[in-house]
């Protein structure tokens, strides 16, 4: 059974960088058939894609948050990793890394999703 | 950027009656080289993921129960319940992977009535 599972620091100084790492249990990061994407959940915004890693590195992410993050993916430790920079009060949420199904060459739906971390942004 | 409008953003329905989610988006989302409509469903309770209901508009994913279904095409789909348990009760979420961003709709939460 496949499983994902999200860590790192609850709580980021506003300016910072919030830094999250999923490890993927029950499958591999490498099968040719997933990418592997972050989800957050705030309160202003409701569920939000953030990005995506295919497991050859190559990322897409929402333009809105574009200049901000990078996602990156460790296939030795069956990982994928976050980081968001110059972090505000608005970036505290619950944050999901998840895979979804590689079809007809793009990332599609989000068909397994790790437990979620909350990050809270505050001095 | 393709924007998903839910309706209602909530609803209340008695327990064996149907319960009907809408989802709009700004701009189609069926492919004309495979005639897929790149849109999911997703159920959200408290304390736990979302769960994948329906993709591709209409295809339930495995486990789910066959009182959910999923319909429509281009930019207009309904989430259907078609007699609503108990443990139905929680935020339904539809979700475009037409194009990036992959944007969710702002969620119709469905409780008892």
């Known amino acids: 059974q496949l499983q994902l599972q999200e860590s790192g620091p609850g709580l980021v100084k506003p300016s910072e960088t919030l830094s999250l790492t999923c490890t993927v249990s029950?499958?591999?990061?490498?099968?040719?058939?997933?990418?592997w994407g972050w989800i957050r959940q705030t309160p202003g915004k409701g569920l939000e894609w953030i990005g995506s890693?295919?497991?050859?590195?190559?990322?897409y992410y929402n333009s809105s948050l574009k200049s901000r993050v990078t996602i990156s993916v460790d296939t030795s430790e069956n990982q994928f990793s976050l980081k968001l920079s110059s972090v505000t009060a608005a970036d505290t949420g619950l944050y999901y890394c998840a895979r979804h199904d590689r079809q007809y060459g793009s990332g599609t739906y989000f068909s397994y999703w790790g437990q979620g971390t909350l990050v809270t942004v505050s001095s | 950027d393709i924007v998903m409008t839910q309706s209602p953003d909530s609803l209340a329905v008695s327990l064996g009656e149907r319960a009907t989610i809408n989802c709009r988006s700004s701009q189609s989302v069926l492919h004309s080289s495979n005639n897929k409509n790149y849109l999911a469903w997703y159920q959200h309770k408290p304390g736990q993921p979302p769960k994948l209901l329906i993709y591709?508009?209409?295809t339930r994913e495995s486990g789910v129960p066959d009182r959910f279904s999923g319909s429509g095409s281009g930019t207009d789909f309904t989430l259907t319940i078609s007699s609503l348990q108990a443990e139905d009760v929680a935020v339904y979420y539809c979700?475009?992977?037409?194009?990036?961003?992959?944007?969710f709709g702002q969620g119709t939460k469905l409780e008892i009535k």
């Open positions: 591709w508009a209409s």
């Open positions: 890693i295919y497991s050859s590195g190559t990322t």
């Open positions: 979700q475009q992977y037409y194009s990036p961003p992959h944007n």
């Open positions: 029950g499958g591999s990061i490498s099968s040719a058939y997933y990418y």
